[in-house]
């Protein structure tokens, strides 16, 4: 079964400062991966995906990611953090369960907070 | 486009009282659909799956039940609440189409009392 490990549970940034939070998987196949940002009391918004190709991926808000099979990560980057984009940031898996239908695993998430 | 809708948004309920929490989704027909849970500093907890209508597929064991009844409406169930069940409730849906991402409701703070 997929899993995914985000291992800080809390990074505090200043605000200017660039950003990385980490992610990694364990799945035996290629893995769909996908990243999240939840505001407090909110649901999910993507942010960006992978699913082949280029290991560099361009999302929205000025994210990106990069996959590296070699590591199973899948790494978020910002190069200059702004206040807004203090919250909770969730690193998925999207992989056939052993029932055969198509779900997503999530991190337990990892929260943002942006000193001004 | 699609539109998830869930509600209520907020929800106190007392210990022993019924729960119905409801999600729809427009826009997109036979869609894989989610009930998710997030309690604080442990993610989200995967409930229930659908693929289809009556097609329900439970991941914990647990006091929730969900329902299909229509193709996009899902509906996420209790008989008799427990304390534990208190936590925020995301309903999701998702193409069958493998790579896909989720699309998420707004989710519903469910609090038992």
């Known amino acids: 079964a997929q899993s995914v490990t985000q291992p800080d549970i809390h990074i505090t940034v200043s605000e200017g400062a660039s950003l990385e939070l980490r992610c990694n998987y364990s799945?035996?196949?290629?893995?769909?991966l996908f990243w999240y940002v939840q505001s407090p009391g909110q649901g999910l918004q993507l942010l960006l995906k992978?699913?082949?190709?280029?290991?560099l991926v361009q999302g929205i808000k000025g994210f990106e990611a990069e996959f590296k099979r070699s590591q199973s990560s899948f790494n978020l980057r910002k190069p200059s953090v702004h206040w807004s984009d203090a919250a909770e940031y969730f690193c998925?898996?999207?992989?056939?369960?052993?029932?055969?239908?198509?779900?997503?695993?999530f991190g337990k998430g990892t929260k943002l907070s942006v000193i001004p | 486009s699609q539109t998830i809708h869930q509600w209520p948004a907020t929800l106190v309920q007392p210990v022993g009282s019924p729960l119905s929490l409801e999600c729809t989704v427009e826009?997109?027909?036979?869609?894989?659909l989610y009930w998710y849970r997030q309690a604080a500093g442990r993610g989200l907890q995967l409930l229930f799956y659908?693929?289809?209508?009556?097609?329900i597929s439970s991941e914990v064991p647990q006091n929730l039940s969900a329902s299909r009844p229509q193709d996009r409406q899902f509906i996420l169930s209790s008989k008799k609440l427990l304390l534990s069940d208190s936590g925020f409730y995301l309903c999701?849906?998702?193409?069958?189409?493998?790579?896909?991402?989720?699309?998420f409701g707004q989710g519903t703070r469910l609090t038992v009392v």
């Open positions: 659908s693929v289809g209508i009556g097609q």
């Open positions: 998925a898996v999207g992989a056939q369960s052993g029932a055969g239908s198509y779900q997503l695993t």
């Open positions: 992978y699913f082949s190709g280029d290991t």
């Open positions: 799945y035996g196949a290629t893995p769909y």
């Open positions: 999701a849906w998702s193409t069958l189409s493998p790579g896909t991402e989720a699309f």
């Open positions: 826009g997109t027909s036979n869609p894989n």
